[in-house]
């Protein structure tokens, strides 16, 4: 490997293993992102991990999001949320419905929320989008656009019949409906 | 900024069979790069998160002393251009001196430490500088192979600036000879990279009748080299 001579290159990722509990998710406080005070539309978002084998018991899902006008990191609202996934590979944060983000020179972007996965047998954790099903702004969106069309679909959180506030998402990590990674 | 190639070979892949973990984890589609224009969200701003007079400091977080060999562990956080990242949230989570995690699910039969809790949060201050004191952890097996052991090793959780510099990673303690052994410190191609992952003994962060001191260093990726675009 070549490199300039004393530059400094990022210290390498290691896997979160399986025992991170007490060290990053012992708040459960991290799990409501909508407190009272935050404006916006209530959700419940229940996040499913599988690997090839099944549910994913031992990963830890952070998401970030802007607020219902799309900014982020409002004094109001953080947006940042953290747990860690239950024996059935589930999560659920109490959050709101975010906006679209409008500050980018890209264009306007869809709702979504970003989502950092870390898992035992994760090397380094991976990056991928939550965006709503139905929503009108998802043809515009500039990512979604790099995506090949058959694979969009695994970025789409839909709502469960009979729960009207919940918005459900599964990440699919390896197989059939692997669920898109981007890389930042 | 690191290139692609450093990049390659300074983090390890999804894939290492030898880890077996990754064999049914390891997303195997291709990734979809994102632009640049979008790869600079801020990080999170943690308000939410407070941070207690004992949370550097594992070793007074219980009624009594922990058991083991008493260390600080403290270094410098800087971005690739090696500049430091201030006021940055660093989390760390370890075993006891046994190697043995206060977790449900680890059921290695070494003792429980009842003065040990084993996790930690700080800011780095003005100068990206960062400081705890904790026990030494013990090496711990594991059964992803036969006679499977992890080197000793400290489990660290930063953000910096952006949302690429999101890191997790691990700390190692100088000349363990299970380096060899360990497919999660092997996973990194480079050896120069696997150094970097290993702290350093320094004397100057030693204290006189009380503990040794380790160095670790981290480097954080970063959106210095991303234009930056005006956020409203
Ligand atoms: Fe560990």
């Known amino acids: 490997m070549t490199r300039d001579a004393g530059r400094p290159v990022a210290t390498p990722s290691q896997t979160v293993g399986p025992f991170f509990h007490f060290g990053l998710t012992a708040n459960a406080a991290l799990g409501t992102l909508a407190k009272d005070g935050v404006r916006g539309e209530r959700i419940g978002l229940r996040i499913r991990v599988l690997d090839r084998d099944g549910p994913v018991p031992d990963a830890m899902v952070e998401i970030y999001h802007a607020d219902a006008e799309g900014q982020y990191g409002q004094a109001h609202f953080d947006g940042f949320g953290r747990l860690p996934t239950d024996g059935d590979g589930t999560c659920v944060f109490e959050t709101i419905r975010p906006g679209a983000v409008s500050t980018r020179a890209d264009g306007a972007q869809a709702p979504h929320v970003n989502v950092c996965l870390f898992a035992r047998g994760l090397l380094r954790h991976v990056y991928t989008r939550i965006y709503f099903s139905g929503d009108a702004a998802l043809d515009e969106d500039p990512l979604i656009a790099l995506v090949p069309p058959a694979r969009r679909s695994t970025l789409l959180a839909s709502q469960p019949s009979g729960e009207p506030a919940v918005w459900e998402f599964t990440i699919r990590l390896q197989g059939e409906g692997e669920t898109v990674f981007f890389a930042l | ?232």
Request: glycine content about 8%; overall charge negative; some cysteine.
């Open chain 2, 1 to 232: 900024m690191s290139t692609p190639q450093e990049l390659a070979h300074s983090q390890p892949p999804l894939l290492y069979p030898p880890y077996k973990s990754t064999i049914p984890r390891a997303p195997a589609e291709p990734m979809i790069q994102v632009p640049r224009s979008f790869a600079d969200l801020a990080a999170p701003l943690f308000g939410h998160l407070p941070i207690g007079g004992t949370d550097n400091d594992l070793t007074r977080q219980h009624p009594g002393e922990p058991l083991g060999e008493r260390i600080v562990v403290a270094g410098r956080i800087a971005d690739e251009d090696g500049r430091a990242v201030p006021d940055t949230l660093v989390e760390l989570w370890q075993c006891n001196a046994a190697g043995r995690y206060f977790h449900a699910r680890d059921d290695h039969p070494a003792p429980l430490d009842p003065n040990f809790g084993g996790a930690g949060r700080t800011l780095t201050d003005a100068n990206g500088i960062y400081r705890f004191v904790t026990i030494k952890p013990g090496a711990y097996p594991w059964r992803n192979h036969h006679n499977a052991w992890r080197p000793a090793h400290i489990h660290f959780s930063l953000f910096g600036t952006s949302f690429q510099s999101r890191l997790v990673t691990q700390m190692y303690f100088p000349n363990d000879p299970l380096f060899p052994y360990d497919p999660i410190l092997q996973s990194v191609p480079d050896e120069a990279a696997r150094q970097r992952l290993v702290s350093q003994f320094d004397l100057a962060l030693t204290e006189p009748e009380w503990a040794l001191g380790y160095r670790f260093d981290i480097v954080l990726r970063g959106r210095h080299s991303t234009p930056f675009e005006g956020r409203v």
